[in-house]
T-cell receptor
Framework: KAGVTQTPRYLIKTRGQQVTLSCSPI?????VSWYQQTPGQGLQFLFE???????NKGNFPGRFSGRQFSNSRSEMNVSTLELGDSALYLC????????FGTGELFFGEGSRLTVL | AQKVTQAQTEISVVEKEDVTLDCVYE???????LFWYKQPPSGELVFLIR??????QNEISGRYSWNFQKSTSSFNFTITASQVVDSAVYFC????????????FGQGTELSVKP
């Protein structure tokens, strides 16, 4: 079956702009979680959406937001971009909600954001 | 607080050598899960294994094996007879029952297998 699809794969923005990233999970998966990967901070959890509701949130400012649609596709938005937001943003899907802790996550290839 | 430490930032071996990637974790949760993921250059994280806190049995899958020891809070990963295709960044991760299931990742170990 098709894997997790993230778009766009690469994008360049300038400080102060906003960006929207999209994630299409594996068919039948209802949980979508987002992670930010940077060389300095490593992989950090942003948030999880399950059945269109945010279920868990990491320690990121309110500039980072997301949503999930009825078909389980998810978007994340970063407003007022800062240089430090440059990162690889990874989306992961799973059938179960993360809090069950038993399911493996399937990751997309990520969206690489560069903020100039 | 939950934390995962992968002390080895980079490891370089020659093909067919065995290599062990170390992972030490900290958690106060009584129920938790440990994971290993592989990140090839393409970027996606590939799931390798999951262990729960109640199952300390070691596991072997082909050339891969995992050693889980609660007494030392370690979950080490060994690749036997390494191959060039094993070159990647490997992440150890932890999720606890009181953390909503989010994964806490270590900093990763970059493995380079040279022919």
């Amino acid at each position: 079956k098709a894997g997790v699809t993230q778009t766009p794969r690469y994008l360049i923005k300038t400080r102060g702009q906003q960006v929207t990233l999209s994630c299409s999970p594996i068919s039948g998966h209802r949980s979508v979680s987002w992670y930010q990967q940077t060389p300095g901070q490593g992989l950090q959890f942003l948030f999880e959406y399950f059945s269109e509701t945010q279920r868990n949130k990491g320690n990121f400012p309110g500039r980072f937001s997301g949503r999930q649609f009825s078909n389980s596709r998810s978007e994340m938005n970063v407003s007022t971009l800062e240089l430090g937001d440059s990162a690889l943003y990874l989306c992961a899907s799973s059938f179960e909600q993360l809090s069950f802790g038993t399911g493996e996550l399937f990751f997309g290839e990520g969206s690489r954001l560069t903020v100039l | 607080a939950q934390k995962v430490t992968q002390a080895q930032t980079e490891i370089s071996v020659v093909e067919k050598e065995d290599v062990t990637l170390d992972c030490v974790y900290e958690t106060r949760d009584t129920t938790y899960y440990l994971f290993w993921y592989k990140q090839p250059p393409s970027g996606e994280l590939v799931f390798l294994i999951r262990r729960n806190s109640f199952d300390e049995q070691n596991e072997i899958s082909g050339r891969y094996s995992w050693n889980f020891q609660k007494s030392t809070s370690s979950f080490n990963f060994t690749i036997t007879a390494s191959q060039v295709v094993d070159s990647a960044v490997y992440f150890c991760a932890l999720s606890g029952n009181n953390q909503g299931g989010k994964l806490i990742f270590g900093q990763g170990t970059e493995l380079s297998v040279k022919p």
